[in-house]
């Protein structure tokens, strides 16, 4: 039987994008962002991680997880077209 772990956020982004560096990391999570903001047109302000929001819990708990989502997609993408060069 799994078990659901709790993990912060930024914890879980860094563990799925870890193979970026600092730079790759903010630009992967500025295009995230603007999916988000772009793409499904939800209003930049009810970002939990970018404002302050008196948005109900589901919604930040949703939001993230859509983020997470996005973040997991680029990286199976990421692993299976980019290869990198081997220093």
Known sequence: MTQKVDLPINEALSEILN???P?????VLLVID??????????EK???WRYETDEPKDWIDFINLVRLSCARIFSEYEKRYYKRPIH
Do not use: N, Q, V
């Not at 730079?23 to 630009?27: L, P």
């Not at 603007?34 to 209003?43: E, Q």
């Open 23 to 27: 730079e790759e990391y903010r630009k």
């Open 46 to 48: 009810r970002l939990p």
């Open 34 to 43: 603007d999916f988000i903001t772009d793409t499904l047109k939800i209003d």
């Open 19 to 21: 193979r970026l560096d």
